[in-house]
């Protein structure tokens, strides 16, 4: 089976952790994925997450980072593919903080 196309590879490590942290975290916080980036190569992976409400972000932040190792075989078990990326995690507002351009409310 031929490898897949990049983007499309990327969109489907994030939907399977998007699940995999569905189904493993303790339901204190939501965690969602937001996006999933790799490096030129595809050999690393981050997977940007979002947590709500945003006072557990740093608690739900280590878990992930814990699990990535069961991240990693969970994603190999479900994505038919010799080789799957080194796999990083990181909240997605440090990511908005790096890329975004900042937004000027109005004034009132």
Not at 13 to 21: C, G, L, P, R, Y
Not at 55 to 84: M, Q, T, V
Request: charge should be positive; include cysteine; proline fraction near 6%.
């Amino acid at each position: 089976m031929p490898a897949p196309h990049p983007d499309k590879f990327k969109m489907l490590i994030k939907e399977q952790a998007a699940d995999f942290f569905n189904r493993q975290s303790n339901r204190q916080s939501l965690i969602t994925v937001t996006d999933c980036t790799m490096d030129k190569n595809g050999r690393q992976a981050t997977i940007w997450l979002t947590v709500l409400p945003p006072i557990h972000a740093d608690r739900a932040l280590d878990f992930a980072k814990r699990s990535r190792r069961d991240l990693k075989e969970y994603i190999a078990g479900k994505i038919k593919r010799r080789n799957i990326p080194h796999l990083d995690v990181e909240l997605a507002e440090r990511y908005n903080d790096e890329t975004a351009e900042t937004v000027k409310q109005p004034s009132d």
